[in-house]
Each structure stands twice: as structure tokens, then as C-alpha cells.
């Protein structure tokens, strides 16, 4: 069965740093997503991605954060200079259509640790 | 304003009962989705019920949806061990320009004893 799967599954990086996370959707899928989960807390979402450019995005993806679709099937969040609030679970989510039959696939998550 | 709570948060019962989690939100929606995390895993899709239908069911799983309340449940019938992680409820708001972002509330874990 196709999966979204993503890359790493576990990242420590000290603060100040840059952090790029990765994502393969799923192969026929045509919208991409960015959620991220802080331990214990809601999953939040990041930013939706359509067409090569960005959708719409919540008031926590602020100018740190940028994603990019390099090539037909990575899906990449990138983090300019992490800080200590963005340890958290990050999850890449796909689907085929939006609205109301918008079913997401989300991957495993990659975990960020900031130190 | 928070939009998707589920109650209770923690919910455990013995394998074979039922297990019901609700949710609440506030804002008018198109669709309501119920995903399923098992711990430190990814979120996996259950069932999506849309604004105009009021019951939905898919094997063990039976979902209600009360637009006039805002309101939802999940229903689990002979629940297994198996069955043991946390549970979310997430709306797609109905913005009329159309919605891209799900909400999710804070979740529901069941634990399901053997």
C-alpha cells in the first residue's frame, strides 16, 4: 500500500542551527502539508502546498520556516535557525484532493530535537 | 477559540466493552475526520464523515455527527487490545473560499486492557 514516508525519523540539532526535514507523498497525490506535534500538546498545522507554491500557512510558519517541492516527488520543510520551541514531532501529510473528501496520509513523523 | 475538543482524555476499559469518545467544535465545517495515533507514531486516517450526513460506520468504528450541537462521537464496538491509542478528532472549517488546514483537538487516549 502506498505510504508518505519521511526523512529522518530522528533529528538532534543544537539551537541557531538549520534543520531540513524530508518527505516523499504519495506518487498521485497533488496536495502536500506540514503538521507538527509538541510532545503532549494538539497537532498543529504548518503550512498546504499546491501547484509549487504554498497554499496557505498558520501564524507559526513564520519567515524561519520555508518548504519546497525540488523535484517530482520530495516534499521539503526547512527550518532556518531552530530554536527551542520547535522541538517537536513533525509530520508530512498528503492527499489527492482538498475539502470535503480531503482524507490526509500522514507519514511516521520526523522527531527534531533542539538543544 | 478551541475547535475540536475531545472528551474525556483518558479513557480505559476492559477488551470486548465498547469505547465512545466525543468531540466538540465551534466553528461550521465540511467534513469532520476522525485519525487514530498510536504512541509515537504517525496519525492514520479512521473515517470521514461529511457535514451533511449524520451517521457513518466502517467495520467496528460507528461515527456520529450533530451539526446543530457541533458535536461528534466515535464509537468503538468490541474493542481489543490492539485498539489501545489515542484518538483525534480534526474539522476541515468551511471558509467558503475553500479550506485547506484540518484542526485537531487535543485527543482522546484509550487504553483498552486485556
Known amino acids: 500500500e502506498p505510504e508518505v514516508t519521511q526523512t529522518p525519523s530522528h533529528q538532534v540539532t543544537q539551537m541557531g542551527q538549520e534543520v531540513i526535514l524530508r518527505c516523499v507523498p504519495i506518487?498521485?497525490?497533488?496536495?502536500f502539508y506540514w503538521y507538527r506535534q509538541i510532545l503532549g500538546q494538539k497537532v498543529e498545522f504548518l503550512v498546504s502546498?499546491?501547484?509549487?507554491?504554498?497554499?496557505?500557512k498558520s501564524e507559526i510558519f513564520d519567515d524561519q520556516f520555508s518548504v519546497e517541492r525540488p523535484d517530482g516527488s520530495n516534499f521539503t520543510l526547512k527550518i532556518r535557525s531552530t530554536k527551542l520551541e520547535d522541538s517537536a514531532m513533525y509530520f508530512c501529510?498528503?492527499?489527492?484532493?482538498?475539502?470535503?473528501?480531503?482524507?490526509?496520509?500522514f507519514g511516521e513523523g520526523s522527531r527534531l530535537t533542539v538543544l | 477559540s478551541q475547535q475540536g475538543e475531545e472528551d474525556p482524555q483518558a479513557l480505559s476499559i476492559q477488551e470486548g466493552e465498547n469505547a465512545t469518545m466525543n468531540c466538540s467544535y465551534k466553528?461550521?465545517?465540511?467534513?469532520l475526520q476522525w485519525y487514530r495515533q498510536n504512541s509515537g507514531r504517525g496519525l492514520v486516517h479512521l473515517i470521514l464523515?461529511?457535514?451533511?450526513?449524520r451517521e457513518k460506520h466502517s467495520g467496528r468504528l460507528r461515527v456520529t455527527l450533530d451539526t446543530s450541537k457541533k458535536s461528534s462521537s466515535l464509537l468503538i464496538t468490541a474493542s481489543r487490545a490492539a485498539d489501545t491509542a489515542s484518538y483525534f478528532c480534526?474539522?476541515?472549517?468551511?471558509?467558503?473560499?475553500?479550506?485547506?488546514?484540518?484542526?485537531f483537538g487535543k485527543g482522546t487516549k484509550l487504553s483498552v486492557i486485556p
Open positions: 480534526a474539522t476541515d472549517r468551511d471558509s467558503g473560499a475553500g479550506s485547506y488546514q484540518l484542526t
Open positions: 464523515i461529511r457535514s451533511n450526513e
Open positions: 502546498f499546491y501547484n509549487n507554491e504554498i497554499s496557505e
Open positions: 501529510a498528503s492527499s489527492v484532493v482538498r475539502g470535503p473528501t480531503g482524507e490526509l496520509f
Open positions: 466553528t461550521s465545517i465540511n467534513n
Open positions: 506518487s498521485n497525490h497533488l496536495y
